[in-house]
């Protein structure tokens, strides 16, 4: 609300360079939250699909977790007046490698009722593959969203 202000005051005062300069701090500012908010999402999408492989299992909560975090990243990457998405295909990737070891560390906690630490838990899934699943899950959900 205070750059609104700020804003407000410069557009005022004709100091137009400034404006702008205000102006791309907050468009900043707003694609660092969706960025944030994917990557959460992404460490409790990663989490379970984890569990699921080591495990070779899965509970119709953790469906329904993975449901709706491959959901909430398509929504929180749509760009909905501009059309298109904040974060390219490879970019979705890099989040969810970069996510990957803090979905490691929870999933540890919860798998096989704790029994592993992340480093025991990690030796028996393929991260490269856990990514991909991920990633396939939320560029398949993407193109047919009524699914």
Known sequence: MEEL???????RANR???????????????KD???NRIFSFGVILLMHLIKQAAE??????????IFNAVKQIQRTNQRRKAGGTYL???????TLEDAYGSALRQAALEAFE???????????VNPQQIVD???ALILADARN???
């Open 5 to 11: 202000l700020e804003l407000q005051d410069l557009l």
């Open 16 to 30: 137009i360079t400034e404006a702008l300069l205000l102006v791309e701090e907050m468009a900043e500012m707003g």
């Open 33 to 35: 939250d969706k960025l």
């Open 56 to 65: 070779q299992r899965s509970t119709r909560s953790w469906e329904v977790s």
């Open 88 to 94: 390219s295909g490879e970019e979705l990737r890099e």
């Open 114 to 124: 704790g029994r592993y630490g992340a480093a025991e838990l990690g030796q028996q």
């Open 133 to 135: 699943q991920a990633l």
């Open 145 to 147: 969203p009524s699914q």
